[in-house]
């Protein structure tokens, strides 16, 4: 059974005049890897997923498995009818991937009935495990507690990415212990940790994600003390990272440490001149502390 636990970053895609940028994925990977991560993502919505062909998603997914980090990856996959995400989640069961990242129907907004039929559908048919997305900022639909809870019966789910914003429906899964839960929105990750959850898909890891496994490690042995310092001094990043929509800080970030060009999507946007100079500053604020531990 695949382990959700530890830091899992949700790839940015990095793009060089309009185009897939390969060999900076291919160096963000390697950075990453052998920082503590538990694993990847790829083509969440940190991925700018809903703006690639399916061609493009699938060579940013081989690129990540050629990597051979030896790590974990996710597939996102998403859509609105049931049969063809089926499809797709089939032709990315023919990769080497560990499971996939499912978000509720997009747009449609069904009841929790037709959420249940959707996931149920999807996890019958797919070879690998798959998690849950509670995301509605992004699909309009909440996965509700007794839905994740009656979906947590089905034996091939087997977690949660929670970003729906309720820490009562949070630690009621983490409570009912059949979900292995993960925070996904970052200025839970503290909070969710703290309650049991397994860790954390996280955008804002991608800058030192050594001070975010660290995190981990301390809550994971109860050193509150040091777990409540370490998660004041990355906090002002956490914001930042999510003051424009993500990923453009992010990407930002990783820009200021020459890891990919700053360039995103249309209609996506690189972040504003005032918010650049901040995440300019934090870079440099993050490395001494990543330094000094």
């Known amino acids: 059974m695949l382990d959700l636990s530890g830091v899992w970053i949700p790839l940015v895609t990095p793009f060089s005049g309009g185009r897939l940028d390969l060999p900076a994925l291919t160096r963000l990977v390697a950075t990453l890897a052998p920082r503590g991560i538990a694993g990847y993502v790829v083509c969440g919505s940190t991925g700018e997923a809903a703006l690639l062909s399916d061609d493009e998603q699938r060579q940013v ?129 503290f909070a969710t940790l703290c309650m049991g959850g397994a860790g954390s898909i996280s955008a804002s890891a991608h800058l030192h994600p050594e001070l975010f496994v660290r995190l981990h490690q301390q809550l994971r042995v109860g050193d509150l003390p040091a777990a409540r310092r370490l998660w004041q001094a990355l906090q002002p990043w956490i914001r930042a990272a999510f003051a424009e929509p993500n990923p453009a800080p992010a990407k930002a970030a990783l820009a200021a440490q020459g890891l990919l060009r700053n360039e995103l999507r249309a209609p996506m946007q690189p972040v504003s001149a005032a918010l650049q100079q901040q995440i300019e500053a934090l870079v440099d604020q993050l490395g001494r502390l990543a330094r000094e531990a």
Not at 64 to 74: I, N, S
Not at 82 to 98: H, I, K, S
Not at 103 to 130: E, H, M, N
Request: glycine letters at 8%.
């Open 61 to 189: 997914l081989q690129a990540v498995l050629d990597a051979q980090t030896g790590l974990p990856v996710l597939m996102g996959v998403a859509g609105s009818a049931p049969q063809p995400v089926r499809t797709e989640l089939l032709q990315w069961a023919e990769y080497p991937v560990a499971g996939f990242l499912v978000p509720p129907p997009l747009y449609v907004r069904p009841p929790q009935a037709g959420v249940i039929d959707f996931f149920s559908t999807l996890a019958d048919a797919s070879p690998r495990p798959v998690v849950l997305y509670d995301i509605p900022s992004r699909t309009g639909t909440r996965i509700q507690r007794e839905t994740a809870l009656a979906l947590a019966a089905h034996a091939n789910i087997i977690g949660l990415k929670d970003c729906g914003g309720h820490l009562a429906d949070t630690q009621a899964l983490i409570d009912d212990g059949r979900l292995q839960v993960l925070a996904g929105d970052d200025i839970e990750i």
